[in-house]
């Protein structure tokens, strides 16, 4: 299992935007396949974002297609969730997972083995 920190959460306003990113300290994560999961308060955790290991593949859950983008900088061993349009329903803690071998099912926390702690995004006005 590799340690994953997840950072950039914060408070913004409906409409606006943050990036988060994901970082390992002492593993690369050229060899991971690494996606982005949310949990809300009361709610089931689900997934956001994927990403390959070699970048050329990528999933987006419908609730945010064309707002949010996922990508990874290997050199600089993070992966990144661009999220713009934030709406109320984006608020969650966002958490980082990776997987050794490709899930067969992107958005299901049990295909991953590597996780985060979270970082927690509010928007509200």
């Known amino acids: 299992q590799v340690q994953l920190v997840e950072s950039g959460g914060g408070l913004v306003q409906p409409g606006g935007s943050l990036r988060l990113s994901c970082t390992s300290s002492?593993?690369?994560?050229?060899?991971?396949?690494l996606a982005w999961f949310r949990q809300a308060p009361g709610k089931e955790r689900e997934g956001v974002s994927y990403?390959?290991?070699?970048?050329?593949?990528?999933y987006y859950a419908d609730s945010v297609k064309g707002r949010f983008t996922i990508s990874r900088d290997n050199a600089k061993n993070t992966v990144y969730l661009q999220m713009n349009s934030l709406k109320p329903e984006d608020t969650a803690v966002y958490y980082c997972?990776?997987?050794?071998?490709?899930?067969?099912?992107?958005?299901?926390?049990?295909?991953?083995?590597?996780w985060g702690h979270g970082t927690q995004v509010t928007v509200s006005s």
């Open positions: 997972a990776g997987a050794f071998f490709q899930p067969s099912d992107y958005g299901s926390s049990y295909e991953y083995d590597s």
């Open positions: 990403i390959s290991m070699s970048g050329g593949s990528t």
């Open positions: 002492g593993f690369t994560l050229d060899y991971y396949h």
